[in-house]
């Protein structure tokens, strides 16, 4: 049953033109014949951390860029509105998001609904697959808020 849904997910992903989940797909569909255990630990344990790690490297590669003046270097631009609403934006997703990663750990049906959501969301709404994470930390928060997790 698990291996229909990632067809059904690779699916949906090659008609929204969600190239990264397409690829994702196929690679855990392949997985998914794997018996060896540790292996698919291996990936569960480290590709999140993988992942990331590349998500913050195209994020710091402005830095390296002299034409792009970072305004963080700027207290003026820093402590503007743009940059204090930012700022806060970017700390509240964080934190979202890691609740959001535990929810999902613990929760398969958080996990279908949250792939289901960013597959919909790229594919009808022009949305960016970026975030399962902080969809499943607000889903956290507002089940949180109504029955009380």
């Given at each position: 049953?698990?291996?229909?849904?990632?067809?059904?997910?690779?699916?949906?992903?090659?008609?929204?033109?969600?190239k990264s989940m397409v690829?994702?797909?196929i690679v855990v569909f392949i997985l998914s014949f794997i018996t060896n255990e540790n292996a698919v630990k291996f990936v569960k344990n480290n590709f999140l951390n993988i992942g990331l790690v590349f998500l913050m490297i195209w994020m710091l590669i402005p830095l390296t860029e002299n034409q792009n003046e970072i305004s963080i270097l700027n207290p003026k631009e820093f402590l503007s509105l743009d940059g204090i609403v930012s700022f806060l934006s970017g700390l509240f997703v964080v934190i979202v998001a890691s609740k959001g990663l535990k929810y999902l750990n613990r929760n398969t049906t958080a996990l279908s609904g949250a792939i289901l959501g960013s597959i919909v969301g790229v594919t009808?709404?022009?949305?960016?697959?970026?975030?399962m994470l902080?969809?499943?930390?607000?889903?956290?928060?507002i089940l949180k808020l109504i029955k009380g997790l």
């Open positions: 049953m698990n291996r229909i849904f990632l067809l059904f997910i690779i699916i949906l992903s090659i008609i929204a033109k969600n690829y994702a797909g009808f709404f022009g949305g960016t697959p970026v975030g902080t969809g499943s930390g607000i889903a956290y928060l």
